[in-house]
């Protein structure tokens, strides 16, 4: 039972424009959602969180919109850099237990 | 390091030998975890421990054992019964038990049997 899905392996985008990653997530008593960034052979860094209260949260190039009804969030790269190449999982909890990820995509910036 | 080490970064081992990773963290946080990432399933989580001398089991705990004997280490040990045990493993620590804050990863192990 997938709680947490990206249905994209995969995203290629050109230096300079906007990379869009998605994420569903089937679970309604998930309150927090977060996206965290790996490079190979190496553990996932945090990138940005939204809490459930809230449907956009921003930091700099990167923005979470939450789509509660839909269940649904998305993370947006503007602009996007080669060195945002990475993989890109989500992951949600429930009222502070334990986070789910989801299977992660690869995004590729080609300059 | 962001305050936890995971040891060694690549491992070899022959099938029907057990081995044991190391994750060690410096930041007296309360919980630990560990993960197991294959190409396409994401992050799976095998067995977590919110306090000392307690741990519970994750989704795909079959085939690994872990310890928590002291706070700052929570070492995994994948025994011969786990089928697929090549893989990348990652351990990862919260403030909190199960914080929505987030966790900190180590670097990983790539684990090879052969």
């Known amino acids: 039972d997938q709680q947490v899905k990206q249905n994209s392996p995969s995203l290629s985008v050109q230096e300079g424009r906007i990379s869009i990653l998605n994420c569903d997530y089937t679970n309604s008593m998930f309150d927090y959602f977060l996206w965290y960034k790996k490079y190979p052979a190496e553990g996932p860094t945090f990138l940005i969180s939204?809490?459930?209260?809230?449907d956009k949260n921003e930091d700099g190039r990167f923005t979470v919109f939450l789509n509660k009804s839909a269940k649904h969030l998305s993370l947006h790269i503007v602009p996007s850099q080669p060195g945002d190449s990475a993989v890109y999982f989500c992951a949600a909890s429930d009222r502070g237990s334990r986070l789910t990820f989801g299977e992660g995509t690869q995004l590729t910036v080609n300059p | 390091d962001g305050g936890i080490t995971q040891s060694p970064k690549y491992l070899f081992r022959k099938e029907g030998q057990n081995v044991t990773l190391s994750c060690e963290q410096n930041?007296?946080?309360?919980?630990m975890y560990w993960y197991r990432q294959d190409p396409g399933q994401g992050l799976r989580l095998i067995y977590y421990s919110q306090i000392v001398n307690d741990f519970q089991k994750g989704d795909i705990a079959e085939g690994y054992s872990v310890s928590r004997e002291k706070k700052e280490s929570f070492p995994l040990t994948v025994t011969s019964a786990q089928k697929n045990p090549t893989a990348f493993y990652l351990c990862?620590?919260?403030?909190?038990?199960?914080?929505?804050?987030?966790?900190?990863f180590g670097s990983g192990t790539r684990l090879t049997v052969v």
């Open positions: 939204i809490s459930s209260i809230k």
């Open positions: 930041l007296n946080h309360d919980a």
């Open positions: 990862a620590r919260s403030i909190l038990p199960g914080a929505s804050y987030g966790y900190t």
